[in-house]
């Protein structure tokens, strides 16, 4: 299967990865990166099917407690629309994906 972060995902992606080298230390970064690591895997093995998100065609799953990844699958291919930081406003990340 095929991977494809969207624009928005990748910087999503390094926004996160700034905030992590900031706040905390390389290790926090290294371990979020391990924890998106088994997420796409367990995505990628098919063996579970997560919730939707919201009433939008995107599935989610959490990555750690302050992180949850929006994805979908299409063609033999794992979409990864955005990685959001929990603590942000449900109503524009919601938004931000009703305007995909």
């Given at each position: 299967?095929?991977?494809?972060?969207?624009?928005t995902?990748?910087?999503?992606?390094?926004?996160?990865?700034?905030?992590?080298?900031?706040?905390?230390?390389?290790?926090?970064?290294?371990?979020?990166?391990?924890?998106?690591?088994?997420c796409?895997?367990?995505?990628?093995?098919g063996?579970?099917?997560?919730?939707?998100y919201?009433?939008?065609?995107?599935?989610?799953?959490?990555?750690?407690?302050?992180?949850?990844l929006?994805?979908?699958?299409?063609?033999?291919?794992?979409h990864?629309?955005?990685?959001?930081?929990?603590?942000?406003n449900?109503?524009?990340?919601?938004?931000?994906?009703?305007?995909?």
């Open positions: 299967m095929q991977i494809k972060y969207s624009e995902a990748f910087r999503d992606l390094e926004a996160i990865e700034n905030f992590l080298l900031y706040k905390w230390n390389e290790t926090v970064l290294m371990n979020f990166g391990v924890a998106l690591e088994n796409i895997r367990t995505i990628i093995e063996v579970v099917v997560f919730q939707k919201e009433d939008t065609p995107y599935h989610k799953i959490l990555i750690t407690r302050h992180n949850t929006i994805y979908r699958i299409e063609n033999d291919t794992l990864i629309v955005r990685i959001l930081q929990n603590f942000q449900p109503d524009d990340n919601y938004e931000s994906l009703t305007d995909e």
